[in-house]
């Protein structure tokens, strides 16, 4: 989608610090970051929210759980992330493209805010 932030990280319009990329799924750092770890994982086509992917979609959700642990290995946080996906402004997505929020690199509380 053409104004979609996140299709445009994906087509290489905007830049950002890649750590991982496929011919599915993208990751990067966020510029927000709420750890010391904290990488946003999406899809490179666009999907809105975890509850718009139909049945077809099954294979590309699994990729990205398993860029997921990819990521945390090459990093070195294997041991201790959360991963993370909001859906909806009022779960505090901000950006209207599925995306995880990897997060690791301090003690994560439970519940969550």
Same mark, same amino acid.
């Given at each position: 989608?053409?104004? /979609?932030?996140? /299709?445009?990280?994906? @087509? +290489?319009?905007? #830049? @950002? ?8 799924? *993208? !990751?990067?750092?966020?510029? #927000?970051?709420?750890?010391? &770890?904290? $990488? =946003? ?5 666009? =999907?809105?929210?975890? &509850? @718009? ?6 294979? =590309? ?5 398993? %860029? !997921? %642990?990819? $990521?945390? %290995?090459? *990093?070195?946080?294997? +041991?201790?992330?959360?991963?993370? &996906? #909001? #859906? ?5 997505? @901000? ?7 990897? =997060? !690791?690199?301090?003690? *994560? ?5």
């Amino acid at each position: 989608m053409a104004n /979609c932030l996140f /299709c445009r990280i994906a @087509s +290489g319009e905007i #830049n @950002s610090r890649i750590v991982y990329e496929d011919p599915d799924v *993208l !990751a990067f750092m966020d510029l #927000n970051p709420q750890a010391p &770890t904290h $990488i =946003l994982i999406i899809p490179r086509r666009h =999907l809105d929210r975890l &509850t @718009s992917a139909a049945p077809e979609d099954a294979e =590309l959700l699994g990729k990205l759980q398993l %860029a !997921a %642990a990819k $990521i945390a %290995a090459d *990093l070195k946080v294997e +041991g201790a992330f959360r991963l993370v &996906t #909001n #859906n909806g402004r009022g779960a505090g997505q @901000s950006v209207d493209h599925l995306h995880y929020h990897l =997060l !690791a690199g301090r003690k *994560l509380m439970w519940p969550p805010g």
